[in-house]
């Protein structure tokens, strides 16, 4: 079962977002009115942490916190694992009512990059993630990425470029992290009705991707930071002591 909560993350908050991610926010709420909405900042995700025990604190704070979207990586698996329900970038949003196609029956709703990637799976959207609560996939992703920050001196050894964050997000904690963890793990998913990994195709018709298309330059423009491509001070993803 998908519980009814829709999960979003800017690191500084609903008041820093841009007026468009507001309306984005905003419309999410009315189009999902039997789903509750929340909205974290890292303030708020550390209070949740802590809740959670000092592990999940101490990982999420060894992050470099001038990447958002290593941190929005983390928080989606933390939360979806222990709460359930959906998380979507703040950029994205329903195309339907989520009630129109998630079934009570359901465990997890992923959606593979694009038609190579699905032939290929070697890349899965992490905006949306439909999930139920301690689902064992989930578990793993966050498993993997604990043992990469553990050891990330020797794990950053294997990175080909250290500037090229974006790149390295996806293998660290991302969409390539995410479909290693389900190409290993097959056995699971399957030939299971209430698992629907679907082709991208798929994705369009339920979800909408990104409200101002694939343009980083209008990413930057929204999100008022560095998207991924350029931009850090500090290119390593785990803050090394």
């Known amino acids: ?33 039997t789903y509750t909405v929340k909205l974290y900042d890292n303030k708020l995700f550390e209070d949740y942490l802590i809740t959670k025990g000092s592990k999940y604190l ?3 704070n060894s992050l470099n916190k001038e990447i958002g979207q290593l941190l929005a990586d983390y928080f989606r698996l933390v939360i979806l694992y222990f709460e359930g329900g959906v998380y979507m970038d703040i950029k994205s949003r329903p195309a339907k009512p989520l009630d129109d196609f998630i079934q009570q029956e359901d465990k997890l709703w992923l959606f ?14 992490t905006t949306p993630i439909v999930v139920e609560v301690l689902n064992p996939l989930i578990k793993e992703h966050l498993d993997n990425i604990h043992y990469k920050i553990d050891n990330y001196d020797e794990y950053s050894k294997t990175l080909k470029r ?6 390295n997000l996806f293998d ?8 290693k963890v389900l190409n290993l793990n097959k056995d699971i998913w399957e030939n ?3 698992y629907h990994l679907l082709n991208h195709s798929y994705l369009k018709d339920k979800f909408i991707f990104s409200i101002v298309g694939g ?6 423009k929204l999100y008022g930071k560095p998207t991924g491509k350029c931009g850090f001070k500090n290119k390593h993803l785990v803050m090394l002591i």
């Open 1 to 33: 079962m998908i519980p009814k909560n829709i999960f979003l993350f800017f690191d500084t908050g609903y008041e820093s977002l841009h007026p468009k991610l507001k309306e984005n926010v905003e419309f999410i709420k009315n189009q999902n009115p």
């Open 58 to 60: 101490s990982y999420f």
């Open 112 to 125: 593979w990059g694009d038609e190579k990637h699905y032939i290929l799976g070697s890349h899965i959207e």
């Open 162 to 167: 250290i500037s090229y964050v974006r790149l």
């Open 172 to 179: 660290f904690a991302g969409p390539r992290a995410l479909a």
């Open 192 to 194: 299971n009705s209430s």
């Open 215 to 220: 343009d980083y330059r209008k990413y930057r």
